[in-house]
């Protein structure tokens, strides 16, 4: 059984960073494209950054140059790091996973990925 775990989360002021981190049991990250997403009060949940195995990444383009998505395949753990962060970065943080093959023409789509975590809450005041 697939099981997502995130941690990291807190509150930060603007300019500050955090790493998030993303535990996965049940399968190997190796195999699996790995991703980031995020959901503030009142708004769509949205694709933050998307890994796969450290080949493919893409990034939204509001955290292009301040976050950065990696992984440690021998801890099974995928990692965020938030630099420079913004109040607007406020939003509960979810981790998804989908079993790898082919490069999504929309990774960074919900639909694309199949399991979830329950998610890391992130806020960042002014």
């Known amino acids: 059984q697939v099981q997502l775990v995130e941690s990291g989360g807190g509150s930060v002021q603007a300019g500050g960073s955090l790493r998030l981190s993303c535990a996965a049991f049940g399968y190997a990250i190796t195999y699996y494209r790995m991703a980031w997403f995020r959901q503030a009060p009142g708004k769509e949940r949205e694709g933050v950054a998307v890994n796969d195995d450290n080949y493919y990444t893409t990034y939204a383009d509001s955290v292009k140059g301040r976050f950065t998505i990696s992984r440690d395949n021998a801890k099974n753990t995928l990692y965020l790091q938030m630099n420079s962060l913004k109040p607007e970065d406020t939003a509960m943080y979810y981790c998804?996973?989908?079993?790898?093959?082919?490069?999504?023409?929309?990774?960074?789509?919900?639909?694309?990925?199949?399991?979830w975590g329950q998610g890391t809450q992130v806020t960042v005041s002014s």
């Open positions: 998804a996973a989908e079993p790898g093959g082919r490069w999504p023409s929309h990774p960074l789509a919900q639909y694309e990925y199949n399991y």
